[in-house]
């Protein structure tokens, strides 16, 4: 039975947190999309996102790798092929570099049980130091 968005959703988190690229983009249809953060950002100055398997395996490169992150989901609110959640994301930088930031996150599934798009919501100057 494909996966729903919500469970791709626990999954993505599961994959980052783990440090798994490669777990992380099989949970990816091949055109999907990744907005992280949605818009114009340091990590997408055009604010097209990173679309493709190989876009998305460059924006780990650029935005996971080298970090320790964590996520805390506070609710999920499901409606068809989507889930949207709010959540705390937790990047460990370095020892002394800890960012948190309060965000939604919406995870769109395909028939087949891939994600077609995660599109997260937040900004830079949201972004907290502990």
């Known amino acids: 039975m494909p996966r729903s968005a919500k469970e791709l959703g626990q999954l993505s988190l ?4 783990a440090a798994d690229k490669a777990g992380w983009l099989a949970l990816f249809d ?4 990744v907005q992280d953060p949605y818009g ?3 990590l997408d100055p055009q604010g097209f996102g990173h679309q493709g398997i190989d876009a998305i395996a460059a924006f780990w490169d650029l935005a996971i790798a080298g970090n320790t ?4 989901i506070q609710q999920s609110f499901e409606a068809g092929d989507s889930c949207a959640n709010l959540m705390t994301t937790r990047t460990e930088r370095s020892a002394t570099e800890i960012l948190t930031v309060s965000n ?3 995870y769109r599934a395909s028939p087949e049980g891939k994600l077609l ?3 997260a919501y937040w900004s830079f ?3 907290r130091t502990l």
């Open 125 to 127: 100057d949201q972004v």
């Open 14 to 17: 599961d994959m980052v947190s």
């Open 30 to 33: 091949n055109n999907a999309i």
């Open 104 to 106: 939604v996150t919406v």
């Open 117 to 119: 798009s995660l599109t």
């Open 69 to 72: 992150i964590s996520g805390t």
């Open 40 to 42: 114009v950002s340091e």
